[in-house]
């Protein structure tokens, strides 16, 4: 197997590509690397590794770093994978559930200050995923406290959130249900160290195995996989989480 | 003294005094207007755990046959209206168990037969029409009243209440979440089946038709969502408006309140089939969150399971007490015939008077579009 330049300053991700030593080797330059950036860091990173002939971008920091720095690595026009260790693509697959059997999916994020809007963006991502798509804002309103909303998925499924800011330096904690004759249930709790997706039907809970592997190495493994050729809408969702977020906790307030 | 003792021009010290004049440790006959399959599964078999305090001496419905089967296994009289068990002289405590629309009424009547006591199911009333003579008829009479909020009941609510008062802490939001899966389900758990009405036919909910819409979430606050409402009042008493409200197919409801800086959200979903009862009740204070897992209805399952995860992440798990809310709620009764627990009109007409504004306020947002 050939392995693929990496190019990293991030030491998750260089332990990352350390466990897959036989896929990527380090590189000096972006040109032809997969290049880690982080969207809430500096732009001139982003600018060097998209102008720089970087084979694929992996982008950190994204779900509140900065739009210019994630508009650069969209312009690149090379496979964007979003890190987004909240949100793993192996356990948003583990979640999948029939979309056409939810009858209303139930949100809940809370936080200190330093992680609501992640907190908040997050959970929208997961309603996205347990509705089976984009989502769009029916009605909300926002205080010091957080933020509620009543949402609708596709096809019309009702969602409702509730993120809420605690006074606090607390992290993030993300809960939602999906109602259904096989509801199922995502929890992750970044304080107490809690991340599991259990399925409830009439047959009992069925709990999904822990997913052990690093997010950082998952997350470079979807970047090979990418240069490979797999089709990735990770930009398009991030743009879709950001977006729903800053129409609920940036608009006008009703 | 403000409230509903302002209101009816009554002190609660003389509500009070009443109930305890009239103490006792003899048996109550009970008499249960309402045979439908909860009471059959629900109140005989608590009434049966306060056999020192309470028998069950007759039965009353209009529904076939009912009254009598259940009457038999209790060794109760049985009648075919409310009037006959009102005339009864061995009815000491009345509890009415019918669908809603019908408690106030009842209420009024059990006052009138001059009953001393009555155990109504929620809601108290529908209307705040309905609800000001009802109050004021107990109040007079000195009737001991008890309403069957069993959450407000569960000991675990005793326990969150301390932790509240404890740690000083403000609340943010609230949420009641409610994945119910069938009743009869739990009903076979508890006792064996009686005869049932057929259901009433409930066309099925056209989200394009408002009026529908917002009679279905009407009667799901006042009869559903008032499970946990005390509760909402408890925390978050004053609501400044509701941020959404909407039907739920099959059958269910998705209501957002705010109340100041804070939020409550209420969301339950009725499931024909799947996956046990979710009864969460959480509450998110600037601190911590606190989460309320009530076991699913009609079970004596002991009470409701509460966890605190504090800021660091810290879970805490209250231990469970064997009692529920079912049961706690029979004996605030007897507690109260006993002079053991003053009567107090005032948080009922309180409740009462916070779970019609909301539903009505919820349906008026279902009503004029829904979400917004």
Same mark, same amino acid.
Request: net charge negative; glycine share 8%; aromatic share 4%.
């Given at each position: ?55 694929? !971008?992996?982008?950190? +920091? =994204? ?11 969209? +312009? ?20 999948? !559930? ?16 330093? @992680? ?9 991502? &997961? ?17 010091? $406290?957080? =933020? ?29 249900? =999906? ?32 997913? &052990? ?20 809408? *990770? ?10 977020? @800053? =129409?609920?906790? *940036?608009?006008?307030?009703? | ?11 609660? /010290? ?9 103490? @006792?440790? /003899? %048996?109550?006959?009970?008499?249960? !207007? ?18 020192? $305090? ?8 209009? #529904? ?37 629309? $019908? ?11 001059? %009953? ?44 969150? %209440? ?12 609230? $949420? ?7 009743? *009869? ?66 059958? +269910? ?6 109340? #100041? ?40 399952? #002991? ?20 009692? *529920? +809310? ?17 009567? @107090? ?28």
């Amino acid at each position: 197997m050939t392995s693929v330049p990496f190019w990293t300053e991030d030491p998750g991700f260089r332990a990352a590509a350390a466990q897959l030593a036989d896929r990527v080797r380090p590189a000096e330059e972006p040109r032809g690397a997969v290049c880690v950036v982080a969207a809430d860091g500096p732009l001139a990173p982003a600018e060097a590794a998209a102008a720089g002939g970087a084979s694929a !971008i992996i982008l950190t +920091g =994204a779900v509140t770093g900065a739009r210019a720095v994630i508009d650069v690595v969209a +312009g690149s026009g090379v496979p964007v994978v979003v890190h987004r260790p909240r949100l793993r693509a192996d356990e948003a697959g583990d979640a999948a !559930i029939d979309p056409e059997q939810v009858r209303l999916v139930v949100a809940d994020a809370h936080s200190g200050p330093a @992680e609501f809007r992640s907190a908040t963006v997050d959970a929208i991502g &997961w309603i996205r995923v347990l509705t089976g798509g984009p989502v769009v804002l029916r009605a909300a309103s926002r205080s010091s $406290s957080g =933020a509620v909303a009543a949402l609708e998925g596709p096809r019309g499924t009702p969602v409702s959130l509730m993120s809420t800011r605690l006074e606090v330096p607390a992290r993030a904690a993300i809960r939602l249900r =999906a109602v259904a004759p096989t509801a199922v249930e995502v929890d992750i709790d970044d304080s107490a160290g809690v991340r599991g997706i259990r399925f409830h039907s009439h047959d009992g809970e069925l709990t999904r195995p822990a997913r &052990w592997e690093s997010a950082s190495r998952l997350t470079l493994r979807r970047a090979l996989d990418a240069i490979a050729g797999h089709a990735l809408t *990770d930009l398009a969702d991030l743009d879709h989480d950001r977006g729903v977020a @800053e =129409a609920l906790l *940036d608009s006008p307030a009703p | 003294m403000s409230g509903i003792a302002t209101n009816l021009g009554l002190s609660l /010290t003389k509500a009070t005094t009443v109930m305890r004049v009239g103490s @006792e440790a /003899t %048996k109550r006959g009970v008499g249960v !207007i309402g045979a439908g399959p909860g009471v059959w599964a629900l109140h005989a078999p608590t009434l049966a755990a306060f056999s020192d $305090s309470f028998r069950v001496v007759h039965v009353a419905d209009a #529904g076939g046959g009912r009254a009598a089967a259940i009457a038999d296994r209790v060794g109760a009289r049985s009648s075919g209206t409310a009037e006959e068990l009102l005339a009864d002289p061995e009815v000491d405590v009345v509890a009415i168990c019918t669908p809603p629309a $019908s408690h106030a009424e009842l209420i009024l009547a059990a006052v009138a037969a001059g %009953k001393r006591a009555i155990f109504c199911e929620k809601p108290l009333a529908t209307s705040v029409d309905e609800l000001e003579p009802v109050l004021a008829a107990c109040a007079d009479a000195g009737v001991a009243l008890v309403v069957g909020t069993n959450h407000l009941f569960d000991p675990a609510w005793d326990r969150v %209440k301390q932790h509240l008062d404890r740690t000083g802490v403000r609340i943010l939001s609230v $949420s009641a979440v409610l994945s119910l899966a069938p009743n *009869d389900r739990y009903h076979a758990l508890v006792a064996n089946p009686v005869p049932a009405a057929a259901p009433p036919h409930r066309p099925p909910i056209d989200p394009a038709d408002p009026g529908m819409a917002a009679a279905v979430v009407r009667q799901l606050m006042i009869g559903l969502a008032i499970h946990d409402l005390p509760l909402v009042r408890d925390l978050l008493p004053d609501i400044d408006r509701v941020v959404s409200a909407r039907a739920l197919a099959p059958i +269910g409801y998705d209501v957002a309140v705010s109340a #100041g800086e804070a939020f409550a959200r209420l969301s339950a979903v009725m499931l024909p089939s799947g996956a046990d009862t979710l009864w969460r009740f959480t509450i998110v204070t600037t601190h911590d969150r606190i989460e309320i897992d009530f076991p699913p209805p009609f079970l004596h399952a #002991g009470s409701a399971l509460v966890h605190v995860r504090d800021e660091e992440g810290r879970v805490t798990r209250f231990p469970p007490a064997a009692a *529920d +809310g079912y049961q706690e709620e029979w004996r605030a009764l007897a507690e109260v015939l006993d002079g053991m627990r003053p009567m @107090e009109y005032e948080p009922l007409e309180a409740d009462a008077r916070f779970a019609i504004a909301l539903a009505d306020a919820a349906a008026d947002a279902v009503r004029e579009g829904g979400p917004r």
